[in-house]
C-alpha cells in the first residue's frame, strides 16, 4: 500500500532510544540495549508481539559463567534459530552520564529464545581463535551455505577511535573465530553502515567513510564522510563485487543518496533501505537527515503457483494464483487448444518488460544485478505512491480480491470445477500491510497513516455467511450421473486465509485426452481491435471442424496483471514475423500490446494458462501449466451465500438457489470430503461423500459424519463441502466451502 501507519501498542512500552539491537523472529521482534539519552545507556531487552501489538519487558537469566552484557550501544544483534548472538558495541565508563567516558567492547553473548514468546537467558559461549578487535556500529549477519549445513557469523567494519573494514568470521557450531582472506576490492572503512544477505551475498550499503584528499584516505583523525558506495560480499568465495563506487556521479538522482545510521531490510530478493543522515564530520549543523525509502531487486522472481480456476463462464475464465513477494505485475500467457488465425501487417515492436512497469514515472534499469559489475549502476528504483495504478493493457479485465488460493479442474462425477468459499470457525490473524507496488532500487514515496488488512476474513461468529458471484453457464457431459451414497474422488482445492467468491463449471470428459487428438481453428470473425468488451457474448460461433496439428499452436499473451487474479475474456495474436516464437522465454520483451489485435474466447474449448512474476530484473520463470475448459449454456449457476450455524451436537448447512438457474432447480446434492486410505496414497485427491440430496435448500451435518470428515491441511485447517443444482440438463458447478477449524478441532477429527 506504500502507507506507513503508527500501531496502537500497549503493554510494557520502552522509552526512545538509539543505537540498539534488533532482531524479528516471526511475528515477534526483540530490541536490546541503545542510548536512551545523551551518555546514558541501557542493557534492558523488550519483546514486541506484532500480531497484537503487545509490549513486554523480559528478565533473561544470568549467564553461569560471567555478568550479564552491561548497557551499550552501536553492538551487533543477531538471530539464528532459537538464539541470538551479541557482539561488542560501546560503553561508558563512568557513571556520571554528563561526563562520558568511551569503552569500546568486543565480548560475545549468547541469548537463548523459548518458542513463541519469552526467553530462556543469556550465556557467554567458550570460542576459539582470535576474537575480533573492540567496536561499535559494525554489522554482523548469519549465513548458512546449502550445501554445508555449519552456520556462520560475519562481522563487518566498525569504529574503534577509527573505522575498520576488517573482515571477521565465526563458524557457529564449533565457535571458531578466524579471518577469511578475500579477493576483489574491500570497502572502504566504515561504520554505521548496513549489511543484509541476500542468497549467498552480504550487501553492504553506506555508511560513515574517510574524506580522500587526492587520492589519499585521510588519517583516522582526518575528515570523515556518509557514503553512498554498495558492494557484496559473494560469501561462499569471500570475494568482493563492488556495485556503486563512493566517487560515482549520479546528476539523475537514480540512487540513494550518501547516508549513514540508515536501516536495510531483506523481503525475499529485494532489498530495502529507509532513512539515515548524510553530512560531514566536522559540519554537524549542515547535517541531513533522509526521508527517502528505496529498493533493490536483485534477481528475478521465482516461478508462481499453478494458475487456479475461480469461475468459468462460455467465454471467459476467473483465474488466480498464488503471490509472489515483492514484484511488479504478472505476464499471463494462454495456449489455445484451437489454434487462432495469425495476424498479419502489424510491426513487432517490442519494448524492455521494465518499461512497461515504469511508465508511472519511476527510472529503471534494463540490467540484472549479476552483471552490475560491468555496468555503471545497480538496477535501482523509487517506490512512488502515484504507481499503484493497474499496469494491465485497457482491454484486459482483472478481478480484484483477497489474498488465496483455488484450485481448479477436477476428474470426475462430483461437482468437478467449483465455486470456493471459506468460513472461518474461530479467530485468526489479521495480516497487516500489503507490499510495495511500485518498478526495481529508486525512492519510495510514502503516505500518511492508515492499516490495512486482509479482505474477506470473518472472525469470531459461529453463524458466517458467504457470498459467491452471480452463478454462470457451465459444461456437464450428457451421461453424468451423481454418485449416490457413496465416495468421489477429485483434486484437492483449496483457499489461502480468506473469503474466495467464485463459480466453475462442471465437465465430466477428460479435456486432455480430447486436446490431443484433434483442434480446430477458429474463424478470424472474431478477432477485434480496440476497447475492452466489458460485457460477455451470449452467442456461441460456429467452429468449422478444421484439424490442425499440434505444433501449430502458440503461447499468447493475456497481458500484464498488478495483482494475483484476472478475468480472461480475451488474448492477444501475435504479428506473423513473429509466430516462430514458441513460448516467451525468461528476460523476452514484452510487446506493446497497443498494436496488438484480440481473440476472444470459444465456448467449450480448452486453454492451457502459465504465469511469470515481473521485477526490476525482468520476468521469472513461468509456473507449471493448468488446463480448462469454457462452459456450454444451459446448466444452473452455483448455489450461493453459504451459511454454517454450529450446534451442540450437529451443524446446519444453507444455501441460497443459484442467481442464474437456467430452468428449473430439481435438486440439489451436498457432499463432505471424507477420510480415505486413498487420501494417504494421493493426499492431492480429496474423497467426498454425498450427505444430502433433495429439494430444500439447507440440510443437517450430524457429528457421526463430521467424525468422519477429512480435515484438508492445503492452506488453513479446514473440513471442506461442496453444493451444487441440477436442472433439466443435469449438475451446474459446484460452491465449496472450507470450514476452518482451529488445531485442537482439527487436531481431535
Known amino acids: 500500500?506504500?502507507?506507513?501507519?503508527?500501531?496502537?501498542?500497549?503493554?510494557?512500552?520502552?522509552?526512545?532510544?538509539?543505537?540498539?539491537?534488533?532482531?524479528?523472529?516471526?511475528?515477534?521482534?526483540?530490541?536490546?540495549?541503545?542510548?536512551?539519552?545523551?551518555?546514558?545507556?541501557?542493557?534492558?531487552?523488550?519483546?514486541?508481539?506484532?500480531?497484537?501489538?503487545?509490549?513486554?519487558?523480559?528478565?533473561?537469566?544470568?549467564?553461569?559463567?560471567?555478568?550479564?552484557?552491561?548497557?551499550?550501544?552501536?553492538?551487533?544483534?543477531?538471530?539464528?534459530?532459537?538464539?541470538?548472538?551479541?557482539?561488542?558495541?560501546?560503553?561508558?565508563?563512568?557513571?556520571?552520564?554528563?561526563?562520558?567516558?568511551?569503552?569500546?567492547?568486543?565480548?560475545?553473548?549468547?541469548?537463548?529464545?523459548?518458542?513463541?514468546?519469552?526467553?530462556?537467558?543469556?550465556?557467554?559461549?567458550?570460542?576459539?581463535?582470535?576474537?575480533?578487535?573492540?567496536?561499535?556500529?559494525?554489522?554482523?549477519?548469519?549465513?548458512?551455505?546449502?550445501?554445508?549445513?555449519?552456520?556462520?557469523?560475519?562481522?563487518?567494519?566498525?569504529?574503534?577511535?577509527?573505522?575498520?573494514?576488517?573482515?571477521?568470521?565465526?563458524?557457529?557450531?564449533?565457535?571458531?573465530?578466524?579471518?577469511?582472506?578475500?579477493?576483489?576490492?574491500?570497502?572502504?572503512?566504515?561504520?554505521?553502515?548496513?549489511?543484509?544477505?541476500?542468497?549467498?551475498?552480504?550487501?553492504?550499503?553506506?555508511?560513515?567513510?574517510?574524506?580522500?584528499?587526492?587520492?589519499?584516505?585521510?588519517?583516522?583523525?582526518?575528515?570523515?564522510?556518509?557514503?553512498?558506495?554498495?558492494?557484496?560480499?559473494?560469501?561462499?568465495?569471500?570475494?568482493?563485487?563492488?556495485?556503486?563506487?563512493?566517487?560515482?556521479?549520479?546528476?539523475?538522482?537514480?540512487?540513494?543518496?550518501?547516508?549513514?545510521?540508515?536501516?536495510?531490510?531483506?523481503?525475499?530478493?529485494?532489498?530495502?533501505?529507509?532513512?539515515?543522515?548524510?553530512?560531514?564530520?566536522?559540519?554537524?549543523?549542515?547535517?541531513?537527515?533522509?526521508?527517502?525509502?528505496?529498493?533493490?531487486?536483485?534477481?528475478?522472481?521465482?516461478?508462481?503457483?499453478?494458475?487456479?480456476?475461480?469461475?468459468?463462464?462460455?467465454?471467459?475464465?476467473?483465474?488466480?494464483?498464488?503471490?509472489?513477494?515483492?514484484?511488479?505485475?504478472?505476464l499471463l500467457q494462454l495456449h489455445a487448444d484451437s489454434p487462432v488465425p495469425t495476424v498479419a501487417g502489424i510491426p513487432g515492436t517490442g519494448i524492455p518488460e521494465t518499461s512497461v512497469l515504469s511508465s508511472q514515472g519511476g527510472c529503471s534499469l534494463h540490467q540484472s544485478p549479476q552483471s552490475l559489475p560491468s555496468v555503471p549502476y545497480p538496477e535501482m528504483k523509487v517506490d512512488h505512491t502515484s504507481q499503484t495504478n493497474n499496469l494491465i493493457p485497457n482491454n484486459v479485465q482483472v478481478a480484484l480480491s483477497s489474498n488465496s488460493k483455488v484450485e481448479g479442474k477436477e476428474k470426475v462425477a462430483a461437482p468437478e470445477n467449483k465455486v470456493t468459499q471459506e468460513t472461518m470457525k474461530n479467530h485468526g490473524d489479521a495480516t497487516g500491510l500489503k507490499e510495495s507496488n511500485a518498478s526495481s532500487l529508486l525512492p519510495v514515496c510514502t503516505s500518511s497513516a492508515q492499516t490495512s488488512a486482509n479482505i474477506g476474513e470473518l472472525h469470531d461468529l459461529d453463524k458466517q455467511s458467504v457470498n459467491p458471484d452471480a452463478s454462470v453457464s457451465s459444461t456437464v457431459s450428457s451421461t453424468q450421473t451423481m454418485v449416490t451414497q457413496q465416495a468421489v474422488k477429485t483434486e484437492s482445492s483449496s483457499t489461502n486465509g480468506a473469503v474466495v467468491k467464485d463459480e466453475t463449471s462442471l465437465t465430466t470428459f477428460n479435456s486432455k485426452s480430447e486436446a490431443a487428438e484433434t483442434a480446430y481453428v477458429m474463424p478470424s470473425a472474431r478477432v477485434s481491435t480496440g476497447q475492452t468488451n466489458d460485457s460477455h457474448s451470449s452467442r456461441a460461433p460456429q467452429r468449422p471442424p478444421a484439424p490442425v496439428k499440434a505444433r501449430d499452436r502458440r503461447w499468447y499473451d493475456v497481458g500484464i496483471f498488478k495483482n494475483n487474479s484476472a478475468v480472461v475474456s480475451q488474448f492477444y495474436l501475435l504479428p506473423e514475423e513473429t509466430m516462430n516464437i514458441n513460448s516467451k522465454t525468461e528476460g523476452a520483451d514484452v510487446p506493446d500490446y497497443r498494436l496488438l489485435k484480440k481473440q476472444d474466447l470459444f465456448p467449450g474449448t480448452v486453454y492451457r494458462f502459465r504465469v511469470a512474476a515481473i521485477n526490476g530484473c525482468g520476468i521469472g520463470p513461468f509456473s507449471k501449466i493448468s488446463e480448462f475448459k469454457t462452459c456450454i449454456p444451459g446448466f444452473p449457476g452455483a448455489p450461493s451465500t453459504v451459511k454454517i450455524t454450529k450446534s451442540v451436537d450437529c451443524i446446519h448447512l444453507s444455501w441460497e438457489p443459484p442467481a442464474s438457474p437456467s430452468g428449473n432447480i430439481l435438486e440439489y446434492s451436498a457432499y463432505l470430503a471424507i477420510r480415505s486410505t486413498q487420501l494417504q496414497e494421493n493426499p492431492s485427491q480429496l474423497v467426498f461423500m454425498r450427505i444430502y440430496c433433495g429439494l430444500k435448500t439447507s440440510c443437517i451435518v450430524t457429528a457421526a459424519q463430521l467424525s468422519n470428515a477429512h480435515v484438508d491441511y492445503t492452506s488453513r485447517p479446514a473440513i471442506v463441502f461442496r453444493i451444487s443444482a441440477k436442472n433439466e440438463r443435469g449438475y451446474g458447478p459446484a460452491t465449496q466451502v472450507r470450514w476452518l477449524q482451529d488445531m485442537k478441532t482439527s487436531g481431535s477429527k
Open 1 to 330: 500500500t506504500n502507507q506507513w501507519f503508527l500501531p496502537a501498542v500497549r503493554g510494557d512500552i520502552p522509552p526512545g532510544c538509539a543505537a540498539h539491537g534488533f532482531v524479528c523472529d516471526g511475528t515477534r521482534i526483540l530490541v536490546f540495549g541503545g542510548m536512551v539519552e545523551y551518555g546514558r545507556y541501557s542493557n534492558d531487552l523488550y519483546e514486541l508481539q506484532a500480531s497484537r501489538w503487545l509490549w513486554k519487558k523480559v528478565k533473561p537469566q544470568a549467564p553461569s559463567n560471567g555478568s550479564p552484557p552491561c548497557p551499550r550501544l552501536g553492538h551487533s544483534f543477531s538471530l539464528y534459530g532459537n538464539k541470538c548472538y551479541l557482539f561488542g558495541g560501546l560503553a561508558n565508563e563512568s557513571e556520571d552520564s554528563n561526563n562520558n567516558v568511551p569503552r569500546y567492547l568486543n565480548d560475545f553473548y549468547e541469548l537463548e529464545l523459548q518458542h513463541g514468546s519469552g526467553v530462556v537467558g543469556w550465556s557467554i559461549p567458550v570460542t576459539k581463535g582470535i576474537l575480533p578487535s573492540p567496536r561499535e556500529s559494525h554489522t554482523a549477519i548469519v549465513y548458512c551455505r546449502k550445501d554445508v549445513g555449519s552456520p556462520k557469523m560475519f562481522i563487518f567494519g566498525g569504529m574503534c577511535g577509527c573505522r575498520l573494514n576488517d573482515l571477521w568470521e565465526l563458524d557457529i557450531e564449533t565457535m571458531t573465530w578466524s579471518r577469511p582472506e578475500t579477493k576483489g576490492t574491500v570497502p572502504l572503512p566504515r561504520s554505521l553502515h548496513t549489511a543484509n544477505v541476500i542468497g549467498n551475498k552480504m550487501y553492504v550499503f553506506g555508511g560513515w567513510v574517510p574524506q580522500s584528499t587526492g587520492g589519499e584516505i585521510s588519517a583516522p583523525d582526518g575528515e570523515w564522510k556518509c557514503t553512498g558506495s554498495f558492494s557484496y560480499l559473494n560469501l561462499d568465495t569471500t570475494e568482493w563485487i563492488g556495485l556503486i563506487s563512493d566517487c560515482q556521479e549520479d546528476k539523475s538522482n537514480l540512487l540513494p543518496g550518501p547516508r549513514a545510521g540508515h536501516c536495510a531490510v531483506a523481503v525475499g530478493t529485494r532489498l530495502y533501505i529507509w532513512s539515515g543522515r548524510d553530512g560531514y564530520r566536522k559540519a554537524w549543523n549542515n547535517q541531513v537527515c533522509c526521508k527517502d525509502l528505496w529498493y533493490l531487486d536483485t534477481e528475478r522472481p521465482q516461478a508462481p503457483s499453478q494458475v487456479q480456476l475461480i469461475r468459468a463462464t462460455t467465454n471467459s475464465f476467473q483465474l488466480k494464483w498464488d503471490e509472489v513477494p515483492t514484484v511488479e505485475g504478472y
